[in-house]
């Protein structure tokens, strides 16, 4: 399966560490283009992992996480409700909880990411409900 370095311990917060795994992010987002490099991806992990990422402590993988859920989710119904099952929405919400420690910049690639994941579904507009979604916008 996909490694996760980076993730266990501390050595992913750091600002290498980060920078490392913002590469990374993008270059899976250039390559999930191709249905077959996405569908190996989601079947090795890459959304828990990509959920784990936004919440790490380094800024930069947290906004190349946000932006790697977000062109995953993009016009695939099924890779959304996975990103959704796996918790997705309550993670990019709490990304807009003001009193969170997440950059202006984290926020708004999170609110972005969930406009993607909600906008076809009213279940999922829901969801934004049940986890705050106003108190934090409001």
């Known amino acids: 399966g996909l490694r996760d370095p980076g993730l266990r311990g501390d050595h992913g917060d750091d600002a290498a560490g980060g920078e490392l795994v913002g590469l990374a992010c993008g270059v899976l987002r250039n390559l999930i283009g191709v249905d077959e490099i996405k569908r190996f991806v989601v079947e090795e992990g890459v959304i828990p992992?990509?959920?784990?990422?936004?919440?790490?402590?380094?800024?930069?993988?947290?906004?190349?996480?946000?932006?790697?859920?977000?062109?995953?989710?993009?016009?695939?119904?099924?890779?959304?409700?996975?990103?959704?099952?796996?918790?997705?929405?309550?993670?990019?919400?709490?990304?807009?909880?003001?009193?969170?420690?997440?950059?202006?910049?984290?926020?708004?690639?999170?609110?972005?990411?969930?406009?993607?994941?909600?906008?076809d579904s009213i279940g999922y507009i829901?969801?934004?409900?049940n986890y705050n979604f106003m108190d934090h916008i409001l």
């Open 49 to 119: 992992m990509s959920i784990k990422l936004v919440k790490s402590k380094n800024e930069a993988s947290q906004i190349s996480a946000i932006d790697f859920i977000q062109v995953l989710a993009s016009g695939n119904e099924f890779i959304r409700g996975l990103i959704v099952n796996e918790g997705g929405i309550r993670v990019l919400v709490r990304v807009l909880d003001p009193k969170s420690s997440y950059s202006s910049k984290s926020r708004e690639k999170s609110m972005r990411a969930l406009i993607i994941l909600c906008s």
């Open 126 to 129: 829901n969801s934004l409900k």
